[in-house]
Every structure is written in structure tokens, then in C-alpha cells.
């Protein structure tokens, strides 16, 4: 069996291919830029890579060639639901047997968040198509707080936000990659919708005493309004849409929606779920100022 896994250079989908790698599973990738896949994965040993245009009609049409299963993340993007749907529209025409797809717990035609709208778009989508599928609803990634606090953290030891009593059901993306692998392992799993979860939910002034902590120096979250935090985005050059994106995330956090706990992780993997200290622990240096 050869797995299908466009966008290679996520997180998530650069974490199953090197799982896959590990169980002598054949992976065919797809990415716009050679260097950067190669980057993500450390190399393309036992990976085919095509290079190419998700949107690429033609690129779609022959990397479905020969493919039982494909796994689909496409990122962050403002096209994102346009993308996904035509993945799913290529796979639907190449009967693809089956479909994992890469969703979040917050997705909902009403959800705060315009991701978690844009997934339950493209969850009715590949409903609609009639591919059969799995799919996985992660919370809040841990690793999101390199993006969004460990700049502002190094420089002056704290980060800002709008989101300051919301707990966060964190889960580190190589436990999600690790769920994915073992979905395409064993097709008893398929079929299912999984919330996936870290094993506590914490608030981000939560995050704020582990990296004091583990930082030897106070670190403080700082609660601030959504119109200073898009005017401070806004100066720093980030485009209108993420700014957005960044917004909903924090009210799909302050409405609760990422606090819920599953014990799904533990069930698949046999072991517990990562906790955020050990991730943060792990990519401390991001949260170290630079030597002058």
C-alpha cells in the first residue's frame, strides 16, 4: 500500500511520513518546493516526491495513481477550503478507497473560529463525495506558542492575548502524526471522527508559570483586546487573514471550545498523551533571547 500525503511539509503529515518511513510503508508526497520537503522530512529516502501546484489538475490526476489511502492536511491558508475540496474531488474521481483527514475540535458551521468553519465545510464536502474517511479533530497544537508567544517571550518575557481564562486541551502534533500512523496500520480504526486531546487543559497564564519555571525568570500573559492585538499584527506586517485566524483561535479558546479532554490519544497509542511541559521543554531555546 502507498499512502498519499499532499502538503508534506506539515507538522502532522511530515511526522506520519516518517512514521510510515520507519514501517517500510511507501509514501508519495506532494509539496511545492523540493528544498523545503526535504527539509521537513531530513531526507526523501523512501519517499516519492512530486513537486507541483495542489490546484494542479494533471499533478492530482497521476499522484493518485496506485494510491489505496490518502492522508489530507493542507495548512493554514486562505484558499484552504477551496484546496481540500478539490483533493477530495480528485480522490472521489480516482475512487480512492479511503481518505484521513486532518480537522479541528473546534469545527462547526457556527464555530468562532474561521478555520473551524472552513473544516466543517470541507468535512460536508468529503461527506458529500461519498469517499469513504476517517477524521481527526485535534485541539490547540503546543506547539503553536513557538508562533504566537516565543517571539515576544524571548525579547521581553511575556505575551499577549485575548484569551486569558480559556483552558486549552493542548496536544503536541507527533501524538497526532502518531494517531495517524496507526489509523493506516490498522484499518479497524477507520470510519471514525476522533477528538484528540493533551492529557490536562490549561489557560495560557497556566503556560505562562511552566515557562516560568522552566525558564528560571517570571513570564507573564498579558490579557489584551482584539482591536489592539490586530492594530499590533497589523504594524508588524501580518495579513488581514491570519490576523483573523489568530483572533477566532482565541475565541474558540476563550468560549471553551478547546477545553474538553478525550482519552482517545492513550487508547491509540498505549501510552499517555504528551504534556505541554515536556514540549515546551523540549523547544525552550525558542523562548531564550538571542546573546546581543
Known amino acids: 500500500m502507498t499512502v498519499l500525503i499532499p ?9 506520519l511520513a516518517a512514521h510510515l518511513r520507519a514501517a517500510q510503508v511507501p509514501v508519495r ?19 516519492e516526491l512530486a513537486v507541483g501546484a495542489l490546484d494542479d489538475p494533471d499533478l492530482l490526476a497521476a499522484a493518485f495513481d496506485g494510491i489505496e489511502l490518502a492522508f489530507l492536511s493542507v495548512g493554514t491558508d486562505p484558499r484552504q477550503t477551496e484546496l481540500e475540496k478539490g483533493f477530495i474531488d480528485a480522490a472521489a474521481t480516482a475512487q480512492l478507497p479511503h481518505l484521513i483527514k486532518l480537522s479541528t475540535i473546534d469545527s462547526a458551521p457556527d464555530s468562532p473560529n474561521p478555520v473551524g468553519r472552513w473544516h466543517a465545510e470541507i468535512e460536508q464536502h468529503l461527506t458529500e463525495s461519498g469517499i469513504a474517511h476517517t477524521i ?3 485541539a490547540y497544537f503546543t506547539t503553536n506558542l513557538l508562533r504566537t508567544a516565543a517571539p515576544s517571550v524571548a ?4 505575551w499577549f492575548g ?25 484499518p ?40 489592539t492585538m490586530r492594530e499590533a499584527m497589523a504594524r508588524r506586517g501580518v495579513p488581514d487573514y491570519y490576523a483573523e485566524v489568530a483572533l477566532g483561535i482565541d475565541r474558540s479558546v476563550q468560549a471553551g471550545l478547546h477545553a474538553p479532554l478525550t482519552d482517545t490519544v492513550e487508547k491509540l ?12 521543554a523540549e523547544r525552550l531555546a525558542a523562548f531564550t533571547a538571542a546573546p546581543a
Not at 486569558?164 to 489509523?183: N, Q, Y
Not at 497509542?269 to 515546551?280: I, S
Open 269 to 280: 497509542l498505549h501510552r499517555p498523551a504528551t504534556d505541554a511541559r515536556t514540549v515546551l
Open 155 to 158: 525579547a521581553t518575557g511575556y
Open 136 to 138: 481527526l479533530r485535534p
Open 7 to 15: 502538503a508534506i511539509t506539515g507538522q502532522v503529515a511530515s511526522g
Open 188 to 227: 479497524t480504526l477507520r470510519g471514525r471522527t476522533y477528538e484528540l486531546t493533551g492529557p490536562a487543559a490549561l489557560t495560557l497564564p497556566d503556560v505562562a508559570t511552566i515557562l516560568t519555571d522552566l525558564l528560571d525568570r517570571e513570564i507573564s500573559y498579558i490579557p489584551t483586546t482584539a482591536e
Open 162 to 186: 485575548t484569551s486569558p481564562t480559556g483552558a486549552i486541551a493542548m496536544i503536541a502534533p507527533t501524538d497526532v502524526s502518531a494517531v495517524a500512523a496507526a489509523i493506516v496500520g490498522d
Open 29 to 47: 508526497a506532494l509539496a511545492r518546493d523540493r528544498a523545503r520537503a526535504e527539509s521537513a522530512l531530513g531526507s526523501l529516502d523512501g519517499i
